[in-house]
């Protein structure tokens, strides 16, 4: 796992220790769909890019406290990070293409 994305994991979790937040998967999905939603209201030209991008990194949190709700280890996020990184890659112009703005296979 990256540094920074295991700086992030710690620190949420230091977060919820502290606070005593309840790591339920219903609590933290409804904490990462206000997070979402936040993020898509400062997601416009006119704001700031560094308020977006801490808009972002709070999806991101959040995303993190679901996973740690479920029980799901860090290295679970880090090999999903690669999955993904891995299947964008391999994405071409022979196998995929864009319908209404969306890349979808051929």
Do not use: Y
Request: proline letters at 4%; charged letters at 30%.
């Amino acid at each position: 796992m990256t540094d920074l994305l295991k700086s992030l994991w710690i620190s949420t979790r230091h977060l919820h220790r502290r606070f005593g937040v309840e790591l339920t998967p219903r609590s933290r999905i409804d904490k990462f769909n206000e997070e979402c939603l936040e993020f898509a209201e400062a997601a416009r030209p006119s704001t700031a890019p560094d308020a977006v991008a801490e808009e972002l990194v709070d999806v991101i949190v959040t995303g993190i406290g679901v996973l740690m709700s479920l029980g799901i280890a860090p290295s679970k996020l880090e090999s999903a990070i690669l999955a993904v990184i891995k299947k964008n890659d391999a994405k071409s112009d022979q196998t995929h293409r864009v319908v209404n703005n969306k890349i979808v296979r051929r």
